[in-house]
T-cell receptor
Framework: DAGVIQSPRHEVTEMGQEVTLRCKPI?????LFWYRQTMMRGLELLIY????????DSGMPEDRFSAKMPNASFSTLKIQPSEPRDSAVYFC?????????????FGPGTRLTVL | DAKTTQPNSMESNEEEPVHLPCNHS???????IHWYRQLPSQGPEYVIH???SNVNNRMASLAIAEDRKSSTLILHRATLRDAAVYYC?????????????FGKGTLLTVNP
């Protein structure tokens, strides 16, 4: 099993540019999560999808952030326009079902630097 | 969400047992106790979870106090690879049970 795949692993961009982060969940998992990790705020849940449908996007910081899951094997997190305060490590995670107790499997993360 | 309290850091020697404590005095009857860890430059990974009884798996053991207000993650023989941040998380069986709310965790250092 390849695990959760994220790309790119590192992204450096300039303020104002559009950034797209990609995630391929583990096959058969129908829950997908996007998290953001910074030194100041730790790990925060941004958005949760179940069966490709966004269930909870209350953690999305503002309208500059958007996430999509067009099918069960692919999701994107887009920031437009990007700002220096968006610099963080972004993790995608997946799990089987929305049922309680299922562990979440995290990807290796994308380290985003906005100059 | 019910909160957890963990020491900021702990140190251990290689091949010795490690006991990582977690206090959760406001835990509710429907909260499970989950542990995740995050190795340097990696995403978090699941370690173990439990409700009332002690639990064992290949990675660790979880000892839960009788009143459930505290728990201890036990690594039986620490290795250098166990150096990580360990997160103790309460997860409600109902409602928004998909949520993992990460605190600051405990940074475990393992000395050779």
């Amino acid at each position: 099993d390849a695990g959760v795949i994220q790309s790119p692993r590192h992204e450096v961009t300039e303020m104002g540019q559009e950034v797209t982060l990609r995630c391929k969940p583990i096959s058969g998992h129908n829950s997908l999560f996007w998290y953001r990790q910074t030194m100041m705020r730790g790990l925060e849940l941004l958005i949760y999808f179940n069966n490709n449908v966004p269930i909870d996007d209350s953690g999305m910081p503002e309208d500059r952030f958007s996430a999509k899951m067009p099918n069960a094997s692919f999701s994107t997190l887009k920031i437009q326009p990007s700002e220096p305060r968006d610099s963080a490590v972004y993790f995608c995670a997946s799990s089987r079902g929305g049922a309680f107790g299922n562990e979440q499997f995290f990807g290796p993360g994308t380290r985003l630097t906005v100059l | 969400d019910a909160k957890t309290t963990q020491p900021n850091s702990m140190e251990s020697n290689e091949e010795e047992p490690v006991h990582l404590p977690c206090n959760h005095s406001t835990i509710s009857g429907t909260d499970y106790i989950h542990w995740y860890r995050q190795l340097p430059s990696q995403g978090p990974e699941y370690v173990i979870h439990g409700l009332t009884s002690n639990v064992n798996n290949r990675m660790a053991s979880l000892a839960i106090a009788e009143d459930r207000k505290s728990s201890t993650l036990i690594l039986h023989r620490a290795t250098l690879r166990d150096a990580a941040v360990y997160y103790c998380i309460l997860r409600d069986i109902g409602g928004s049970n998909y949520k993992l709310t990460f605190g600051k965790g405990t940074l475990l250092t393992v000395n050779p």
